[in-house]
C-alpha cells in the first residue's frame, strides 16, 4: 500500500468535502484525457517488494518501525503489520538491461532492510505467505502504529457490521472469523507496474486480465495459512476474505468485494474503472488534497489527483489502474498484484520477465483479446491457477490445455519475442525466461516445493517444527543469492526441506501450548448417552473427551476416570431405564487454558490441579486439548535432543 497522510476519525462533512474533491479529479482526468496529456510512445517497468520480519525462531518478529529508522533508505515502507515492509523500487525504461537491473536493486533493497534487521535480532524473509504465523500473531498490537492503518481497521469493520469471515478449503479447511483487518498481513507480494499509454490503455488492461492467470499458475508460493494447506497461492483466496467490507446479513442485492477481479472486459480506458469504483465503493478514507486540480491545469501544469490516488488505494483489484505524475508529467500505469513474494529474488524477476515478455509479445498478435475470448475464460482461468498452479487446466482461445502445456508450447515463446521485441538483452531473456521454463518442466514451483517438503516430513516432529523447517530453508537459500558470486538458486533446484535436530530451534518449539497441542478434537453434547463417550475414547485411543453444547461452546469434560467410577459403582441402566448421559459424568468447570499458555505454565496447573488433560480455549471456544502424553512427549523430544547435543 502507498503511503497517504490521511484523516482519522472523518465525520460526514469530512466525508462530503473528500468526494467532491474526487469528483473534481475525475473531471481534471477527463481533461486532461480530452487534451492528450498522458505520457505515450514510452514504456516503462517498476515493483514493489513486499517482506516479512522474523526473529530468531522464524516467528513474525514485529520491528517494522525500528528496522526502518535503523535501514534510513527512503525506498523503504511501512505495511499493515508490524512485521510486514514494504519497497518500491524506481521505475526502468523496458528495454536493454532492465531486468538485470531490477534484480540488482531489488538485491540492494532487500539486502539492506535484512542489514537493519540483523542488528536487531531479526532477518528479512520472502514468502507469499510466512508458514509459521499464527492466529495469536494477527492481534492489534501489531497493527503497524500509523493513522492511515487505524482508520482503514475501523472504516472496513465499520462496513462490515461485524467480524471478518475465512473460508477456504484445499486439501485442507480453514474456517475462521477475525476482529480486525490483519488478516490481511498475512500476505506479502511483488507487484509489478507497466505504463502504458491513454489510447492503448483498453486493450493492454484487458490483456494483463488474460495473461495474469498462466503467470500465475507459474509463481505460486503460498500453500499454507495457519498451518493449513490451502490453495497453491492462498494469497488470492485469503485477500477476498481478510477486508471483505460485504455486510454479514447480505440480501439479493449484488455486493462486489473490494478485492476483485472484475466482472468484464474494459470498453473505454481507465477513466472507465476509476469511474466505476467510485460509484461502487463507499469513500472509507479521506485525504488533505491541496490545490484545486482545475487551477494546476489552467497554469499548464498537471495536478496529482490526491483524492482519486486515495480512493483507488483503498480497491484492490488484481490488475489495478494507476495514475501518477513524474517529472512534471502524467501518466496511466497496469499494476498486476497477484504474484507472491518469493522463493528467490531470481524468481520474482523471473515471474516479472514472464509477465512483461507476454504483454508485450501478444499485443501486436492479440489487439482485441476482448473479442477472442469470453471474460468468463479469463477469471476462472485466474482462480483455475490460483487453487492447483501448474496443475490447473486452463480455456485459451477457446481450447482447454493443462496450464504446463499452455506455458511451454505457447506462451513462453510469445514471451520470449515479446522481450526480443522490446530490445531486453538476449542473454537476459535466456536468464529470466530460462528460470520459468525449467520451473514447469520439473513442475517445482514455490508452493510444490513446500506442499512436497511438508510430505516427505509427514509423521515427524511437530507441525510447528515443519513450517519452522520450511521457512529455515527458504532463508538459508535466500541469503546464499545475497551472498551474490553466482549462488542464486531458484526454486526448481531446490531439495525438500528438512527437519535439524537444533536444540535451540526445538526448544523455541515448545514455547506455548499452541504449538503442540492436538487440534484433531473429537467431542460430545451432555445428552449423548455414556457409552457413546466411552466408544469414541476406546476407538481413538485417548482417554480425554470434551463436551460442547449444540452451539459449539465448551461445558465440561469426560476422562477414563469417571467411566471407570461409573462402571465400578454399577451405574449401567437397568432394563426400560433410560441410559446415563454424558451430563451425569462429566466434570462441568473444566481446567482451561489459552494457546499463548507458556509450556512450564501448563505442567505446573496440571499438578497443581492433579488434572490429567488441559483443554485450550479461544474466548469461549474449544481449539485444542494438551494431555499428559503430550507433555510426557515433549520432554522426551527435548532430552534427547539435549543427551544428543551434550
Known sequence: MGEHQVSEQVNEEQLQAFMRALLDDVEALEQILR?????????????????????????????????????????????????????????LPFGGDCLRRLEAELSDVVGRAAEAARALGAEVLLAGILPTLRAGDLRLENLTPSPRYNELNRALLQLRQGDFRVSIHGLDELEMTHDNILLEACNTSFQVHLQVGAREFAPLYNLAQVVTAPVLAVAVNSPLLLGQRLWHETRIALFESSIDTRPTDRDVRQHRPRVHFGDGWVREGALELFREDIARFRVIMTAETGEHPAAVLS??????????????????????????????????????????????????VANAAFFFGLMSGLAPEHPRIDLEMPFEDAKANFFAAARHGLKAQLTWLGQSLP??????????????????????????????????????????????????????????????????????????????????????RPVHTWEPAAL???????????????????????????????????????????????????????????????LLRLTARGAAAPNGSAPPTVASIMRPDPVTITPETPTLEAMRIMREQRVGCLLVVAGERLVGIVTERDLLDVSARLLEAFLRDG
Open 35 to 91: 487534451d492528450d496529456r498522458i505520457e505515450s510512445g514510452v514504456r516503462r517497468i517498476g515493483a514493489e517488494q513486499e517482506m516479512f520480519l522474523v526473529d530468531r525462531a522464524l516467528r513474525p518478529a514485529p520491528l517494522a518501525p525500528e528496522v526502518l529508522e535503523r535501514a534510513a533508505d527512503g525506498r523503504l515502507t511501512t505495511e499493515l503489520a508490524r512485521f510486514n515492509l514494504e519497497a518500491n523500487l524506481c521505475p
Open 500 to 562: 535439524e535436530p537444533d536444540l535451540d530451534l526445538l526448544r523455541e518449539s515448545y514455547r506455548t501450548v499452541g504449538q503442540f497441542m492436538s487440534t484433531d478434537l473429537f467431542t460430545v453434547r451432555p445428552a449423548d448417552i455414556v457409552d457413546f463417550a466411552a466408544s469414541v475414547m476406546d476407538w481413538r485411543h485417548v482417554r480425554h473427551v470434551p463436551v460442547e453444547d449444540d452451539q459449539g461452546r465448551l461445558v465440561g469434560v469426560v476422562s477414563h476416570r469417571a
Open 403 to 488: 496450464a504446463a502445456e499452455l506455458v511451454l508450447s505457447r506462451l513462453l515463446p510469445a514471451a520470449r519475442a515479446g522481450l526480443s521485441a522490446a530490445g531486453i538483452d538476449a542473454a537476459d531473456i535466456d536468464r529470466y525466461l530460462g528460470v520459468v521454463e525449467e520451473r514447469v518442466r520439473r513442475g517445482q514451483t514455490g508452493a510444490q516445493w513446500a506442499l512436497g517438503s511438508l510430505a516427505s516430513m509427514a509423521g515427524r516432529g511437530t507441525p510447528e517444527m515443519q513450517h519452522r523447517a520450511l521457512c529455515a530453508a527458504m532463508l538459508a537459500r535466500q541469503q546464499e543469492e545475497a551472498r551474490g558470486g553466482g549462488s542464486a
Open 299 to 348: 497554469r499548464g501544469e498537471v495536478p496529482d489527483l490526491r483524492a482519486l490516488r486515495v480512493h483507488n488505494g483503498t480497491v484492490y483489484r488484481w490488475n489495478r489502474p494507476c495514475y501518477g505524475v513524474a517529472d512534471g508529467i502524467a501518466h496511466l500505469r497496469v499494476e498486476s498484484r497477484a504474484l507472491p513474494a518469493g522463493p528467490t529474488i531470481l524468481d520474482e
